[in-house]
């Protein structure tokens, strides 16, 4: 028998405000047909004056924890995916635990922005195989609509502001491919892209918040190239095949890409979760996002297998696969 990370429930918040691409292009030299063309997108939910990063994760924690039939206090961590905390310290995820009155155990929050989901629940789950915790709500929460530079019609029409929550839990199992929960994650970094995704701020560089910079191009031809090897090596640790793959639920920079690794997966796109037409890119909420999304509408059963990838700033990127 082994300790395996069993997916509980899943929980998602988006911000009540829509702000469509016909919106955008009457105060940006842009246009519905460019946006949608090029990326899938046609809108994207925006945060209110106020609302911060962590209200979004605590409303995506609630209504995980709540369909779980669990409160704060039965959570041993929490960790959350995020690139726009609500301070520079400390974590969000603390402010998470104090308003779930959660007052045992730790959190803590991960930094690999749009990657960030994978990697949080990479860490969610060695704390779990190490014994170190049992319970770990993990979340991937933004508002990148505040690190967004509004005038940049290159950057600002690609990203939207979300939340999406995963509890997971340790329980003993034969630990086969056959068996529901995480069977792997795989995370890989390459710090010598930095300067083609990056925000142009930070406390110790500048003392600024600053703004989101990308060469979307090359960053493009990256992420096809370093997904498609994410994926590879999930399978190859496994022992499975594309054919095993029930869904892909991956991060939603741009459908062009996920309609790629669809294609690579040899799976017809309406196997892919798509979310990106009303959502946009989330960054570190994407994933979560999309996997409450077809949880609810009954796409993803027990027992399918998930395929979970990610690429972002760094860069970074990873892949998991989970047994739902
Ligand atoms: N509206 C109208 N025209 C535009 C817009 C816009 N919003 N933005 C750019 N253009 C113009 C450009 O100026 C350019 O014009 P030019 O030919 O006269 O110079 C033309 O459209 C083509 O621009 P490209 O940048 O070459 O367009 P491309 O086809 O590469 O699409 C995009 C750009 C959508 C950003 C794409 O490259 C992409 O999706 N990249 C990947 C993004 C990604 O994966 N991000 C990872 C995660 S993000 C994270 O970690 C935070």
Redesign the pocket.
């Given at each position: 028998m082994t300790i395996r990370s069993i997916a509980l429930a899943c929980g998602s918040y988006l911000p009540d405000h829509i702000l469509t691409n016909a919106e955008l292009a009457k105060k940006?030299?842009?246009?519905d047909d460019?946006?949608r063309k090029?990326?899938g997108i046609a809108q994207r939910h925006l945060a209110a004056d106020g609302e911060t990063t962590s209200d979004l994760a605590l409303k995506a924690a609630n209504q995980t924890l709540e369909r779980a039939g669990l409160t704060g206090k039965d959570l041993d961590a929490i960790v959350v995916a995020t690139?726009t905390p609500d301070h520079t310290f400390p974590a969000t995820a603390t402010k998470v635990q104090a308003a779930l009155g959660m007052t045992k155990g730790f959190a803590l929050d991960v930094q690999a922005?749009?990657?960030g989901f994978v990697y949080a629940l990479s860490v969610a789950d060695n704390f779990i195989k190490s014994g170190q915790a049992k319970r770990v709500l993990v979340i991937g929460a933004e508002t990148?609509s505040r690190i967004l530079d509004w005038e940049d019609?290159?950057?600002?029409?690609?990203?939207g502001d979300g939340a999406g929550a995963l509890l997971l839990e340790a329980q003993d199992q034969p630990g086969q491919s056959s068996d529901r929960g995480l069977l792997s994650t795989h995370l890989f970094s390459d710090g010598r892209h930095h300067d083609l995704?990056y925000v142009d701020g930070g406390p110790s560089k500048t003392q600024t918040v600053g703004h989101?910079r990308?060469e979307?191009?090359e960053?493009?031809r990256h992420?096809v190239k370093n997904l498609a090897n994410a994926i590879d090596e999930a399978l190859a640790a496994n022992a499975l095949s594309d054919q095993d793959v029930d869904w892909l639920v991956p991060?939603q920079?741009?459908v062009?890409?996920v309609e790629a690794m669809a294609k690579k997966l040899n799976l017809p796109i309406e196997k892919a979760i798509v979310t990106i037409e009303r959502h946009a890119?989330t960054?570190a909420a994407s994933i979560p996002l999309a996997l409450n999304e077809a949880v609810e509408d009954g796409r993803i059963q027990p027992g399918q297998l998930l395929l979970l990838e990610?690429?972002?700033?760094?860069f970074?990127w990873g892949s998991a696969l989970l047994r739902w």
């Open positions: 940006l030299n842009t246009s460019w946006i090029r990326t690139a922005v749009c990657s990148f019609r290159t950057t600002c029409v690609l990203f995704l989101l990308m979307g191009k960053v493009f992420a991060h920079a741009n062009r890409i890119n960054s990610a690429m972002g700033g760094g970074t």
